[in-house]
Nanobody, 124 residues
């Protein structure tokens, strides 16, 4: 049984930072492409960043470049999303996902497993 559990969300003021974590069980991160997405209620889920299953390649959405950083700890089966200089437009539920047998994936439909999400709220 595969399970992804996100944590680290919360409320911050504009300009603040948060570090999200995604810990997996029932799968080996090194065998999956991992990604972070976000979603505002009523909108489609939006790609944030993905990391290759080997861990060497990363792809960021334009809004995430220079502010967000993805990293992984294979030994703990955990992926992190460091978010800096947050602004109110970053307010959303953030979800991590794993794509089986993929090197890198940026599309929602390409992911096989999803976490339950963690809420990030940025106030001005």
């Amino acid at each position: 049984h595969v399970q992804l559990v996100e944590s680290g969300g919360g409320s911050v003021q504009a300009g603040g930072s948060l570090r999200l974590s995604c810990t997996g069980s029932g799968l080996i991160f090194s065998g999956h492409a991992m990604g972070w997405f976000r979603q505002v209620s009523g909108n489609e889920r939006e790609f944030v960043v993905a990391i290759t299953r080997i861990g060497g390649g990363v792809y960021y959405a334009d809004f995430a470049k220079d502010r967000f950083t993805i990293s992984g700890d294979i030994s703990n089966n955990t992926v992190y999303l460091q978010m800096n200089n947050l602004n109110p437009a970053d307010t959303a539920g953030y979800y991590c996902a794993a794509a089986r047998d993929k090197m890198l994936e940026v599309n929602v439909a390409g992911y096989d497993y999803w976490g339950q999400g963690t809420q990030v709220t940025v106030s001005s």
